[in-house]
């Protein structure tokens, strides 16, 4: 009986040491939020044994040690894109209006890139004519097509891009194709993906799962890289939300269409995007492409300023919301917000807050059947802070809209990859595009407002009007932001 006791005993002072020394690291990490250090005491001190497993999965943004020194190696041995030829590095103080000029020193923080002038760009009409242009430019490749997509699926659209890379391997042109090894599992594992190879295709997994009881110890599994990119011949780029496949998304068809924004921009600004996929390939592969970075650029005329925002596991966590933080305090007349997953941070919707509060005309768009149901539930948790500030919002009903954009002002406009969620913030490998010019921002601002158009505008009181039990839910789920 004594010994029993003593074994419970040795047990439990065991259990408390572990509690502490897991409390004392959850204290300890860098880059958290108070309220996420409370959030994950909580659970741990709440869910005994299971806190603590969830901790180590999912509490820490590890994408491991190794793989955070390959890619700082790979970086530093690129070259500075900044001093090649054909990058010029726009003089924003004749370019941009000085109000807009913090925005492009903020971007530049994050990658170190500077904007750039003498840029060209074209919204595609919609996600098929999206991959059509993108098969186009594949067929019209010379030397080189890079591309980058987080899904990437066996359907009508991603086999035209398929046949397109055979079709243009096979012809001479030097084609690298990277997918994400969850997002584009079934991609990777299917047959499509071994006649790429076989024709010539160089082929990569971003981030591949491997053993998935193994993975965990070499860092977070659904640290993914999101990155939407194509690049042909140092001369085109495309980037906004759009995945390799058909609108009617069919792993998830009951949510279809899938609405998306595509651009195709020509300019120097492709040299950063290509800078992007070449840190991507290179940590992925060992394949050193940097020369192809130093490659002479077409020569550009007149064009727009514009600078590529890059961020990741490897950038510092705070970067895409600062990037979204410092274009929301930026705007003063209108500012029209498309994503699909809001899961902010608390000065991101204190700034949508204080935006319309000081008389901007602030604007949010959300679908109105979200494919994750714990984003959908944490999203509305925000609703009435935001009509209460002042900011519309509307509930996209014509599909899963899935465009991330931001327009400031109807000059300004970010695009690409990026969801104002936490995952998008912290655990997501992601692309976009600021710039500056009041057409193509017109362009998006039009998008923006047939989206309005096919959407129901959420009230005051259609919230208060909620049932508590919809309340508790949206509420209850929304505390596991700080935790996910």
């Given at each position: 009986?004594?010994?029993?006791?003593?074994?419970?005993?040795?047990?439990?002072?065991?259990?408390?040491?572990?509690?502490?020394?897991?409390?004392?690291r959850v204290l300890l990490r860098p880059n958290r939020e108070a309220s996420s250090r409370l959030a994950w005491i909580v659970v741990i001190l709440a869910l005994p044994v299971l806190g603590i497993v969830a901790y180590i999965l999912l509490g820490e943004t590890n994408i491991?040690?190794?793989?955070?020194?390959?890619?700082?190696?790979?970086?530093?041995?690129?070259?500075?894109?900044?001093?090649?030829?054909?990058?010029?590095?726009?003089?924003?103080?004749?370019?941009?209006?000085?109000?807009?000029?913090?925005?492009?020193?903020?971007?530049?923080?994050?990658?170190?890139?500077?904007?750039?002038?003498?840029?060209?760009?074209?919204?595609?009409?919609?996600?098929?004519?999206?991959?059509?242009?993108?098969?186009?430019?594949?067929?019209?490749?010379?030397?080189?097509?890079?591309?980058?997509?987080?899904?990437?699926?066996?359907?009508?659209?991603?086999?035209?891009?398929?046949?397109?890379?055979?079709?243009?391997?096979?012809?001479?042109?030097?084609?690298?194709?990277?997918?994400?090894?969850?997002?584009?599992?079934?991609?990777?594992?299917?047959?499509?993906?071994?006649?790429?190879?076989?024709?010539?295709?160089?082929l990569a997994s971003a981030l591949p799962i491997g053993n998935p009881l193994l993975r965990p110890l070499k860092g977070r599994i659904d640290l993914r890289n999101h990155r939407k990119i194509v690049f042909i011949d140092n001369q085109i780029t495309y980037c906004g939300s759009?995945?390799?496949?058909?609108?009617?998304?069919?792993?998830?068809?009951?949510?279809?269409?899938?609405?998306?924004a595509l651009m195709r921009f020509e300019g120097p600004i492709v040299r950063q995007n290509q800078y992007l996929f070449a840190s991507d390939w290179q940590a992925g592969t060992g394949e050193d492409i940097s020369h192809l970075l130093a490659e002479p650029m077409a020569a550009?005329?007149?064009?727009?300023?514009?600078?590529?925002?890059?961020?990741?596991?490897?950038?510092?966590?705070?970067?895409?919301?600062?990037?979204?933080?410092?274009?929301?305090?930026?705007?003063?007349?209108?500012?029209?917000?498309?994503?699909?997953?809001?899961?902010?941070?608390?000065?991101?919707?204190?700034?949508?807050?204080?935006?319309?509060?000081?008389?901007?005309?602030?604007?949010?768009?959300?679908?109105?059947?979200?494919?994750?149901?714990?984003?959908?539930?944490?999203?509305?948790?925000?609703?009435?802070?935001?009509?209460?500030?002042?900011?519309?919002?509307?509930?996209?009903?014509?599909?899963?809209?899935?465009?991330?954009?931001?327009?400031?002002?109807?000059?300004?406009?970010?695009?690409?990859?990026?969801?104002?969620?936490?995952?998008?913030?912290?655990?997501?490998?992601?692309?976009?595009?600021?710039?500056?010019?009041?057409?193509?921002?017109?362009?998006?601002?039009?998008?923006?407002?047939?989206?309005?158009?096919?959407?129901?505008?959420?009230?005051?009181?259609?919230?208060?009007?909620?049932?508590?039990?919809?309340?508790?839910?949206?509420?209850?789920?929304?505390?596991?932001?700080?935790?996910?």
């Amino acid at each position: 009986m004594n010994q029993h006791l003593l074994l419970a005993g040795l047990f439990s002072i065991l259990s408390l040491f572990v509690y502490i020394l897991v409390i004392i690291r959850v204290l300890l990490r860098p880059n958290r939020e108070a309220s996420s250090r409370l959030a994950w005491i909580v659970v741990i001190l709440a869910l005994p044994v299971l806190g603590i497993v969830a901790y180590i999965l999912l509490g820490e943004t590890n994408i491991g040690r190794k793989r955070v020194a390959r890619m700082r190696a790979v970086i530093s041995g690129l070259p500075d894109v900044n001093h090649l030829a054909g990058a010029d590095a726009a003089n924003l103080h004749d370019d941009v209006p000085q109000n807009y000029v913090h925005f492009f020193q903020a971007g530049k923080t994050v990658n170190g890139f500077d904007p750039v002038e003498g840029n060209r760009a074209h919204l595609m009409a919609d996600s098929n004519a999206a991959i059509d242009s993108i098969v186009a430019d594949i067929n019209g490749a010379k030397a080189h097509v890079h591309l980058l997509f987080y899904i990437w699926l066996s359907d009508n659209n991603g086999l035209k891009v398929v046949d397109a890379l055979k079709r243009a391997a096979a012809r001479g042109v030097d084609c690298r194709a990277m997918a994400d090894g969850l997002g584009s599992r079934t991609m990777i594992a299917s047959d499509h993906w071994k006649d790429m190879k076989a024709a010539g295709v160089h082929l990569a997994s971003a981030l591949p799962i491997g053993n998935p009881l193994l993975r965990p110890l070499k860092g977070r599994i659904d640290l993914r890289n999101h990155r939407k990119i194509v690049f042909i011949d140092n001369q085109i780029t495309y980037c906004g939300s759009q995945n390799c496949a058909d609108p009617e998304f069919r792993v998830k068809p009951k949510y279809a269409p899938w609405v998306d924004a595509l651009m195709r921009f020509e300019g120097p600004i492709v040299r950063q995007n290509q800078y992007l996929f070449a840190s991507d390939w290179q940590a992925g592969t060992g394949e050193d492409i940097s020369h192809l970075l130093a490659e002479p650029m077409a020569a550009h005329g007149k064009g727009f300023p514009a600078q590529v925002i890059g961020t990741g596991p490897t950038v510092r966590s705070s970067a895409m919301p600062e990037i979204f933080e410092t274009l929301i305090f930026g705007a003063k007349d209108r500012l029209v917000i498309s994503t699909p997953y809001y899961v902010p941070n608390a000065p991101m919707q204190e700034a949508l807050c204080a935006s319309a509060r000081r008389g901007v005309d602030t604007t949010i768009i959300f679908p109105a059947k979200n494919d994750s149901w714990i984003v959908g539930a944490a999203s509305r948790s925000y609703y009435h802070d935001l009509l209460t500030a002042g900011v519309r919002i509307y509930e996209y009903v014509g599909g899963l809209l899935h465009t991330k954009s931001l327009t400031l002002d109807g000059e300004v406009t970010l695009i690409g990859s990026a969801n104002m969620d936490r995952r998008s913030f912290e655990l997501n490998y992601e692309n976009n595009i600021l710039f500056y010019d009041k057409a193509l921002t017109a362009d998006v601002l039009r998008r923006q407002e047939s989206y309005i158009a096919q959407s129901e505008m959420v009230t005051a009181d259609s919230v208060t009007a909620w049932n508590w039990r919809r309340r508790l839910w949206n509420n209850t789920i929304a505390m596991l932001g700080p935790v996910l």
